[in-house]
């Protein structure tokens, strides 16, 4: 089986669109619909027709172009189970735990919720590929709308226990605030220190900071550094819990 072909572009200001493609069925999918132009410029460009939505959750900036994508290609569109009704043109639910396929490749719906209630991310386990959108950012996490911190640090814990090799893609261009942040409050990790001034340079040169590793993610974002003796001693959390760690970062990020 060949691999799927992946294709990034920006939507809106900050969202990130992209595309999966596979070459021997010609099926198309793209990961949520943040604006219509855009996706339509991009398959346009590569010569593909968009089959499926696979929907992460009902924010507007992720849902906005699915109905008119919809009439256009006629794509069958798939979102989270427990946000149905807040998705539209939504044709299969998908749940914590259920596997299907797309285009002869496994895809396994993992439930995240924090960002928002119902928050899924798409993982194609044998193509070593995670869709988190607004669940997990490089060096970052997802604003805490609907669920409290404990419940982003339990959908985390999935994330992290992935393989280290699994590339991740997310859903905005948030990662050089999401590295200036975290220095702050990580100050004494060389690889975060490193991987700041690298992003720093790729926007410097209008580069995207997409994709990341889980591996990557396991060493330089706090989020999931939340039991580092020196990233707990900086907080002055040394004896808190990973949930209560985790919930302080997120706040000090929101009154950043």
């Known amino acids: 089986m060949k691999p799927l072909e992946i294709e990034v572009f920006l939507c809106r200001s900050d969202n990130f669109g992209v595309l999966l493609h596979d070459s021997e069925t010609g099926a198309t999918v793209s990961i949520d619909a943040p604006e219509e132009a855009p996706i339509i410029d991009a398959l346009n460009r590569r010569g ?45 639910s998908a749940a914590d735990g259920d596997e299907f396929e797309f285009a002869g490749h ?3 719906v993992i439930s995240t ?15 070593a590929l995670l869709f988190a959108a607004d669940t997990l950012f490089a060096m970052g996490c997802g604003r805490l709308f609907e669920r409290p911190a404990a419940d982003m640090w339990h ?38 220190a490193q991987r700041a001034s690298e992003v720093e340079a790729l926007r410097n040169d209008g580069k995207f900071t997409i994709p990341t ?31 209560e760690v985790f919930a302080e970062i997120r706040t000090r990020k929101d009154n950043v």
Not at 53 to 81: M, S, W
Not at 113 to 125: E, K, M, Q, S
Not at 218 to 238: C, F, I, S
């Open 155 to 192: 959908s985390f814990q999935k994330l992290m226990a992935l393989p280290d090799n699994v590339t991740v893609y997310f859903g905005h261009e948030y990662t050089l605030s999401n590295a200036r942040f975290a220095v702050t409050v990580d100050p004494q990790n060389a690889a975060l």
């Open 48 to 92: 593909w027709t968009l089959t499926d939505i696979f929907t992460t959750h009902h924010h507007q900036d992720h849902v906005e172009a699915n109905l008119a994508l919809k009439e256009k290609y006629g794509c069958e569109i798939r979102g989270p189970h427990d946000e149905a009704i807040a998705i539209p043109g939504l044709d299969r």
């Open 213 to 243: 590793t889980i591996g990557a993610e396991k060493q330089t974002n706090p989020y999931m550094r939340v039991a580092d003796e020196a990233l707990r001693a900086h907080l002055g959390m040394k004896d808190a819990n990973d949930a």
């Open 113 to 127: 919720p924090g960002h928002t209630a119902g928050h899924i991310c798409y993982y194609f386990p044998d193509d």
């Open 106 to 108: 496994r895809v396994q």
